[in-house]
């Protein structure tokens, strides 16, 4: 099997676990249902320096991003400063990447996800910092763009 095919292979698995999450009317449901299937998708695959949480970013000079769909951060070196049910908080230098994950994929989700992500890239570092990388993920969006 290619590369290609072993892609092609995660993604319809995604899409198919997307696709039953429309069961979900609740749109926040639905929004967290699908967090939760790209969360289980992504945590055994990345590497054991890195986890998967939700919540919000905090930087040393006391800014804070808006509520990160799913944050991608160092668990080596990432002392979490609230840890809730399902919300923590993260401070900047920890961080490697937010996911912002959309149900539907139109202009204004567009510019909400790329206002959330500016917003997160934008978050002051100190020390050994690395840079957030800025994802949106929308699996069989109904809306084309």
Known sequence: MSLIEVFRAHSQ???SQFETAEAIKHPGDRGSQREDILEKFLGPI?????AIGRGEIRAA??????QEDLIIFNRLTCPRLFV???SQVFPSESVAAVIEVKSRLDTDAIREAS????????LQKTGRATHIGPGTISIGAQTPV
């Open 13 to 15: 698995v995604l899409a």
């Open 46 to 50: 990345l590497p054991h320096t890195l």
């Open 61 to 66: 000079n006391g800014s804070w991003s808006r």
């Open 84 to 86: 809730g049910a399902r």
């Open 115 to 122: 206002s959330n992500l500016a917003q997160a890239r934008q």
